[in-house]
């Protein structure tokens, strides 16, 4: 297996075979995509850079009320000004990163609100998805998804919260994906970009208790025999009860 080390921002990963970037020098995974455009041609480094932000929020890497500067982030991803400033931009466009003055962004801490709003469209919008998506349930289909919550167990054991969170991610969005309606999906993964760095403080709750794997067994099950209704349940009730826990922390947070 052919491996060597790229450059600039690319130095965060290492080349593998077919020349492909997947895993970056700390040991993690990001997705493959993230370094290659249209035609194998190389996407900017905003785009880089804007990616590798995004799964820093969903992962819980950068918790609410983290503040960043573009020069902090540029250091960070080892990049210059220019893509982190792009990056940070399209990120605030989007509300998972607000400004906190006139060269500082913070994640967003959500207020009980906040999250009540956000769960509210969540479960309109993921429902919608999975639904459309159960007619289009296979044995493949299954087997992978029961793959990806082998890892998410895993993680959880180990206290991995990121890689639980990352996994998560993936489970909910190979299903959401399956509908074949990309603009749905984008709408989703704009709303996991303003929960995420929520959801990262309870983990050790979710570990403990095992609310997701439940839900991701209803799933599992619901995919395998294309019930619709069952599918939509099964993931209304995976964000209704991270909404519960959400909705207390966010309570003790705003007595304290």
Known sequence: MRQSLCKNFIQYFCCIKNGDCQQRLDGTVLDLKIAAGTGGQAAS???????????????GKYRP?????VRAVAEDLGVSSTPARDAINRLTSEGALVYAGPKTVIVPVLGEQDLKELTTIRIALEGLASEKAAPFGSEQHVELLDEIQGRISAAL????YGEALWHNKEFHFHVYEMAGLPHL???IESLWLRVGPSLYNLYPE????????RNHQM?????????GAALRAAFENDIRDGYRLLRLAARRSARA
Do not use: H, S
């Open 65 to 69: 009320g983290y503040k960043m500067t």
């Open 219 to 227: 799933a599992m099950e619901a995919l395998a025999e294309r019930d």
């Open 185 to 187: 999906v984008a709408m």
């Open 157 to 160: 054991d180990a206290g991995n």
């Open 206 to 213: 979710f570990a403990q208790e095992r609310y997701g794997v």
């Open 45 to 59: 480094l905003g785009d880089a850079a804007y990616r590798e932000m995004k799964e820093r929020l969903i992962r």
